[in-house]
């Protein structure tokens, strides 16, 4: 199993950074050219939604990425350091009408990634959350 791992600032000017190393470490792991731009997209919506994530929350570490090459599969991770509340924690009505914009362009970058992606996993909490979004490969053909 081969791992190309990225941490950056979390600024916008380098989700396009991570999107270029995504593709290229998907196009060397056996990616199906066809899906590269999938991946592109879907690591850009990613990206940026934890850039956003650390921006509103005051967060100062690094997004990370780790490009994951296995036999059979490629999978990329994308991780935030933001906060997120327990469900249940937020007061009856809240972010319904008072102007939280935060959660609904949270749910449409899920909803986008989600269409991107046939195999994602979500995972959120106190310290932060983690999108895993995988892809199939196919092996490298055998040189005579």
Request: proline share 6%; net charge negative; hydrophobic share 45%.
């Amino acid at each position: 199993m081969a791992t190309v791992e990225l941490r950056f600032s979390a600024l916008p000017e380098h989700v396009r950074t991570a999107r270029l190393v995504a593709a290229a470490v998907a196009r060397r792991a056996g990616v199906d050219e066809a899906v590269l731009d999938e991946v592109r997209l879907a690591v850009g919506e990613a990206c940026t939604r934890a850039v956003g994530l650390h921006q509103s929350s005051g967060v100062t570490e690094p997004v990370r990425v780790a490009l994951i090459e296995d036999e059979k599969q490629f999978s990329i991770e994308v991780g935030d350091e933001a906060p997120r509340a327990a469900p249940g924690d937020r007061a009856p009505g809240a972010g319904l009408g008072d102007g939280d914009d935060a959660e609904g362009e949270d749910e449409m970058g899920l909803a986008v990634i989600s269409g991107l992606v046939d195999d994602v996993e979500v995972t959120a909490g106190e310290s932060g959350g983690l999108i895993r979004m995988t892809w199939p490969t196919t092996p490298a053909p055998l040189l005579p």
